[in-house]
């Protein structure tokens, strides 16, 4: 058995902002289904999440990080695969997972970098692992804990790391002035350790110092090692290419699939499709859309906000879906530039867009079956995980070809675009406008995404050949 310890700052459905969640609530079953792996997940233990029914499995973890003494509490839930709560009122115990009204806790890096000395302790003492499985910069002070301060400590030798990157385009950058405050071995601060331009990067710190990284699809492992995608941290990428691999995500039918989705209006197959049009009514009317709009092509977006996901493209074209005959509904949060841009679009559309602010799993899932299409024109995008669902619901993505967006959607199940512009993006929106006339060819398509498999078990079959091999090495 090899005894995997990830640790990350989301876990549906205790802690969910975006895909990290979904993948690490789907994971670790499935690594226990397919191979000789016996997981357990480390989470902060966030407000709002329910302790009913979990034990608490240690009293006072102590946690020492930069001087401070922090003492957790460590609860267990979960079925087959534990998760453990680490419970730290102080630093967890707050509105939000990261930050409030658009602007971070000025202390996350000591909020994770403690989190990141819990991991160790949670080893220590409770779960020994044989690899930690790294999510994200949350978690990426761990390798370089057991590289540097604790390298020598007998508890932690022969375990392996594994630092898996969601999304390049958060790096925990912080000023070197809190250097102090995070734990790291001082001589780890330089520019081929943690250092980044004269700050403190977690991400860096991570890539550096694990003994395996990935990436959650084939052409994002690819696309980071260049200046376009790395976000200035391609370079150290190339250096690590050796240890590098993409890993698709997977995706969980036992949540995702209309055939048993509790939260749409009608459950619906491939082979009996009419509760689609029921999906499809419901929509319409949560939206506050008129039955005028049933005949219409209905276009679906759920989304972050953020420059990411090519939110600016989509109000760009907003205005003049009307003219082109088609509605758009819009769920989305996160900057609140956007959040009024897109709120300021649908009061000039009305009728033709129409959006929800705020982060609501329901509605999500609702779109995903109420919509003819899906719209994913991001500017880059590392998996992607709502296209994937989309495919599973009949609703036809329509992508921009980056990252997992190309890996997942290909010509015979969606519409793709390529070059990242308004004009790209609605040239790709009327090529499927007018495939979507054709009924009987556009179900034909829908059908041949509804037959797309992609679910956990190939990608974690991935994960347990790469800790296979680090086992092996050690
Ligand atoms: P990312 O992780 O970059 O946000 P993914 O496509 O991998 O993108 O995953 C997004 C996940 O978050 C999906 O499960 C999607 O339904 C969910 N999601 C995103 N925004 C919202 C929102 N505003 N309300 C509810 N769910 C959302
Ligand atoms: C990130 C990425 C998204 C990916 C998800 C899960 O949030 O933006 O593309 O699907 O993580 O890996």
């Not at 608490?56 to 839930?77: E, I, K, Q």
């Not at 730290?88 to 202390?107: I, K, M, Q, S, W």
């Not at 003219?323 to 509904?329: K, Y």
């Not at 300021?344 to 959006?355: C, E, F, P």
Request: hydrophobic letters at 40%; a negative charge.
């Amino acid at each position: 058995m090899i005894r995997v310890l990830m640790a990350a700052s989301e876990v549906a459905p205790y802690a969910k902002s975006g895909g990290l969640a979904d993948v690490l609530g789907a994971l670790p079953a499935a690594l226990g289904r397919c191979g000789p792996v016996e997981p357990a997940v480390l989470l902060p233990c966030y407000r709002g999440i329910s302790l009913e029914g979990a034990e608490r499995v240690y009293h006072a973890l102590p946690v020492w990080v930069g001087g401070f003494h922090y003492d957790c509490a460590l609860w267990r839930t979960g079925g087959d695969s534990p998760v453990y709560l680490l419970d730290c009122p102080p630093l967890f115990d707050r509105p939000g997972l990261y930050g409030e009204n658009g602007a971070d806790y000025p202390d996350n890096h000591a909020r994770f970098a403690v989190f990141s000395r819990a991991v160790l302790e949670v080893a220590r003492r409770v779960f020994r692992p044989d690899v930690i499985h790294c999510h994200d910069w949350q978690t990426g002070l761990v390798p370089a804990y057991l590289r540097g301060r604790w390298g020598m400590d007998p508890t932690f030798l022969g375990i392996k790391t594994v630092l898996t990157i969601h999304n390049l385009g958060y790096q925990g950058v912080f000023p070197a002035s809190v250097l102090p405050q995070t734990g790291l071995d001082s001589v780890q601060y330089h520019p081929d350790g943690a250092e980044y331009w004269g700050q403190v990067s977690y991400l860096k710190a991570g890539i550096v110092y694990s003994d395996a990284i990935t990436t959650v699809s084939h052409s994002y492992a690819e696309e980071i090692q260049t200046p376009e995608y790395g976000l200035g941290l391609d370079g150290v990428l190339r250096n690590r290419r050796d240890a590098l691999t993409g890993i698709l995500n997977g995706v969980d039918y036992g949540t995702w699939d209309p055939r048993h989705d509790p939260s749409i209006a009608a459950p619906y197959s491939a082979g009996d499709l009419a509760g689609k049009a029921a999906c499809k009514r419901d929509l319409l009317r949560s939206f506050g859309l008129g039955a005028e709009a049933e005949k219409r092509p209905l276009l679906g977006v759920v989304t972050r906000l953020t420059p990411q996901k090519g939110s600016e493209l989509i109000l760009e074209i907003a205005g003049q879906l009307a003219a082109e005959g088609a509605t758009l509904v819009v769920l989305g949060s996160g900057d609140p530039d956007l959040e009024r841009d897109f709120q300021k679009a649908a009061r000039a559309s009305a009728g033709a867009l129409a959006v929800r602010i705020g982060y609501d799993d329901g509605l999500a899932h609702r779109i995903e079956a109420g919509s003819d299409m899906f719209l994913m024109p991001s500017r880059y995008e590392p998996c992607g995980l709502s296209q994937i669902y989309s495919l599973r619901y009949g609703t036809v993505p329509v992508v921009r070809v980056t990252g997992g967006l190309g890996d997942t959607i290909d010509e015979e199940t969606g519409f793709r675009f390529s070059e990242y512009s308004a004009a790209a993006l609605l040239a790709c929106v009327r090529e499927a406008l007018q495939a979507y006339r054709d009924r009987e060819s556009w179900t034909a398509r829908m059908k041949r995404g509804m037959a797309k498999d992609f679910s956990w078990d190939r990608s974690a079959a991935g994960y347990v050949r790469l800790y296979e091999s680090l086992v092996r090495s050690r």
